[in-house]
């Protein structure tokens, strides 16, 4: 039996993690994209409803400030676009409040990267590239690429484009989820998330990698609107064996845009009761300034390397899960 001090993971998941870190890297070396590094401390952070912070005090005599740990490093990898890195990439650790679970950690590692010049579906490619890579000897058979609303009227039969709260209702009663109508109310987007999470991932990436694609617009903070169908953006997410992997935009660069998005969610987390943040400004200065054409995506490696080692729970993959820190 362990004793406290004790790393659970054992050297087997220890080296696995280094394979894995070192393939990356050299995936993305080999196609020319620059490793940087950006902070964990912030004094801003996003506005995102369905995310909570860590902060913690800074003391600088004689004033005080609040800062916080980051939930991506996707502002400041941004500023850095802004200022013409270039296509960049960053393997790092995020942080996010009140997340704990067979798939959850507060603290866990992510890929991120931004393609210069790259839509979605050259993103795509990139991903499909890069996951036939790291997965050669796992048994993958395939890659799909489905739209959200395909796939989510497929296994609920709703439209996910067009609200109509007494037809979720009524589904959410059927499949034994009324519990829904009073967590999602009348948001549409926290409907299709619980929908999503209870019936339509659990389907998805059964022995291969699938991608789903233009979101509806109310899930979509950072991400551009579809030029022909303003109810859609441009967003994909990753999954393989019904886990989420990954989450990546065709990047919103409007400032005005996303200016008003942050007002939105930030009077959302009012209503709700939740902590408010404040808009991070050097993010949006650095929008205004101007933020190349781009295509960005963050994966979860925690997430990843228990796909690759065949484990039931994120704490088999770290060596020091939450509860052992």
Not at 20 to 39: A, N
Not at 66 to 94: H, N, V
Not at 124 to 145: C, H, K, P, W
Request: hydrophobic letters at 35%; a negative charge; one cysteine or more.
């Amino acid at each position: 039996m362990l004793t406290d001090w004790q790393p659970l993971t054992n050297s087997k998941s220890l080296h696995l993690r280094a394979q894995l870190l070192r393939k990356i890297r050299d995936f993305f070396d080999s196609r020319g994209l620059l490793e940087v590094e950006t902070p964990v401390l912030s004094q801003s952070t996003g506005t995102d409803p369905q995310l909570d912070y860590f902060s913690t005090s800074y003391h600088q005599l004689p004033e005080q400030q609040t800062l916080y740990l980051q939930t991506s490093p996707e502002f400041a990898m941004k500023r850095l676009l802004a200022a013409g890195s270039g296509s960049i990439y960053q393997i790092c650790k995020a942080f996010r409040n009140g997340e704990a679970g067979r798939y959850h950690n507060p603290e866990f590692t992510l890929l991120e990267w931004y393609r210069v010049g790259f839509d979605l579906s050259q993103l795509m490619d990139e991903v499909e590239a890069l996951i036939a890579v790291l997965f050669a000897n796992y048994g993958l058979d395939s890659t799909q690429r489905k739209s959200y609303t395909d796939v989510f009227y497929q296994y609920t039969g709703l439209n996910a484009q067009q609200f109509c709260y007494e037809d979720y209702c009524a589904y959410a009663i059927n499949c034994n989820l009324p519990e829904a109508m009073n967590l999602c109310g009348h948001e549409h987007g926290l409907w299709l998330d619980l929908l999503f999470s209870h019936r339509v991932q659990p389907m998805l990436g059964k022995n291969c990698l699938t991608m789903i694609a233009d979101y509806p617009a109310c899930q979509s903070s950072l991400a551009r609107l579809d030029d022909e169908n303003p109810l859609l953006t441009k967003r994909v997410e990753l999954f393989i064996g019904g886990v989420e992997l990954g989450n990546g935009y065709y990047e919103l660069t409007d400032y005005q845009q996303q200016n008003q998005r942050f007002d939105q969610e930030l009077a959302i987390r009012k209503e709700r009761g939740l902590i408010v943040t404040h808009k991070d400004q050097r993010f949006l200065s650095a929008l205004k300034s101007g933020l190349p054409d781009c295509s960005g995506i963050a994966i979860g490696l925690d997430r990843l390397l228990m796909l690759l080692s065949r484990s039931s729970h994120i704490d088999e993959v770290l060596s020091f899960p939450i509860a052992r820190a």
